[in-house]
């Protein structure tokens, strides 16, 4: 690939907010392609609140050999409050020049993009962002990394409680994660064959969630699966149990709550192919001279999003033709 002239000598690669499967393989990615491009790389431990306390080591082709299949990220994540005010940033700032880094690929969700994009205003340090949250809330970008393998989580463990369900003949209501975004939850409840889906986006009542599960006993249906964004509007799996069960003793009802196993585990390969193509066209982009932006892929291509366009509160929009398709499918 042929890349313009540009004064990077060495990129700061780190990881923040929430973690998800694939971020090792951004990270082995993002560490190897600027050392094809004969840039010196640093990793910065504990996100932000590790450019602040100086908590940087120098990276080599071997320091990131053995991690693709892993999940989690050897970098570390935390929260910074004090990256929040300008005098965290400015020590950050100064922590970055001692070690003559000059440009940084971050690894993570909106809080990792929205500091970024403030350390640039203030700073100037070129910087791309790798979309990784297992959500895929994230505007500008078709998927994130870590969703497919947060999904392939759910739809595993959902296929285990529908054994059980199928055994006694239960209703289960299972609690993904998803607290603004019905991604999960909408995939993982038609692969799971769900018969209600709950979701943040949707507006669906508790009375006609009620009507959905009296037609799946009047048409015989052995079993019933409930999948519940974390972040659903009418309440969570437990609070829509009780309420069912105040209704009417006709199921025997049960509760999973995934939780945090959504956020571990090998990644799948979509997710470290993804994860690779990011990494590499991160440094690519900040090499090209891309400076205050995201990397995100579009119809299976490489784009490149400005901050400003994917900040501001706007969020990768549900797909309305996948609801359509979990209402036919829920009779």
């Known amino acids: 690939m042929?890349?313009?002239?540009?004064?990077?000598?060495?990129?700061g690669v780190f990881t923040s907010g929430g973690d998800a499967p694939g971020m090792n393989?951004?990270?082995?990615?993002?560490?190897?392609?600027?050392?094809?491009?004969?840039?010196?790389?640093?990793?910065?431990?504990?996100g932000y609140e590790g450019m602040i306390k100086d908590e940087i080591?120098?990276?080599?082709?071997?320091?990131?050999?053995?991690?693709?299949?892993?999940?989690?990220?050897?970098?570390?994540?935390?929260?910074?409050?004090?990256?929040?005010?300008?005098?965290?940033?400015?020590?950050?700032?100064?922590?970055?020049?001692?070690?003559g880094i000059d440009a940084l690929v971050g690894i993570g969700g909106d809080g990792t993009f929205t500091g970024l994009h403030h350390f640039y205003e203030e700073?100037?340090?070129?910087?791309?962002?790798?979309?990784?949250?297992?959500?895929?809330?994230?505007?500008?970008?078709?998927?994130?990394?870590?969703?497919?393998?947060?999904?392939?989580?759910?739809?595993?463990a959902i296929d285990k409680i529908r054994d059980t369900a199928l055994s006694h003949n239960r209703l289960f209501f299972i609690e993904v994660m998803g607290r603004h975004s019905g991604y999960i939850g909408l995939n993982s409840g038609i692969a799971g064959g769900a018969v209600?889906?709950?979701?943040?986006?949707?507006?669906?009542s508790f009375d006609e969630l009620y009507s959905l599960l009296e037609q799946s006993g009047k048409t015989s249906k052995k079993s019933s699966l409930v999948v519940v964004a974390e972040g659903s509007k009418i309440g969570g799996?437990?609070?829509?149990a009780r309420m069912v069960a105040e209704r009417s003793n006709y199921f025997d009802i049960k509760v999973t709550i995934l939780g945090h196993l959504q956020r571990g585990g090998a990644p799948t390969y979509f997710d470290r192919v993804l994860a690779s193509r990011m990494g590499v066209s991160a440094v690519e982009g900040l090499l090209n001279g891309e400076k205050d932006?995201?990397?995100?892929?579009y119809n299976n291509k490489i784009v490149f999003n400005p901050f400003a366009s994917i900040m501001n509160g706007q969020h990768h929009e549900i797909d309305q033709e996948l609801l359509r398709l979990a209402k036919i499918l829920s009779i």
């Open 123 to 156: 700073f100037g340090i070129p910087s791309v962002c790798i979309p990784g949250t297992i959500d895929n809330d994230i505007s500008g970008t078709d998927y994130t990394i870590g969703f497919d393998t947060a999904t392939n989580t759910a739809v595993e």
């Open 196 to 204: 209600a889906i709950i979701i943040p986006e949707e507006n669906l």
């Open 57 to 99: 080591v120098k990276l080599g082709a071997r320091s990131v050999g053995n991690i693709l299949q892993r999940g989690g990220t050897i970098l570390k994540s935390a929260r910074s409050d004090g990256f929040r005010q300008k005098e965290g940033r400015q020590k950050a700032f100064e922590t970055l020049k001692k070690h």
């Open 2 to 11: 042929d890349l313009k002239e540009t004064k990077i000598s060495k990129i």
């Open 237 to 240: 799996a437990n609070d829509l």
């Open 293 to 297: 932006s995201m990397v995100g892929i």
């Open 25 to 46: 393989a951004a990270i082995r990615a993002a560490v190897r392609a600027s050392i094809y491009y004969q840039k010196e790389v640093f990793g910065i431990i504990h």
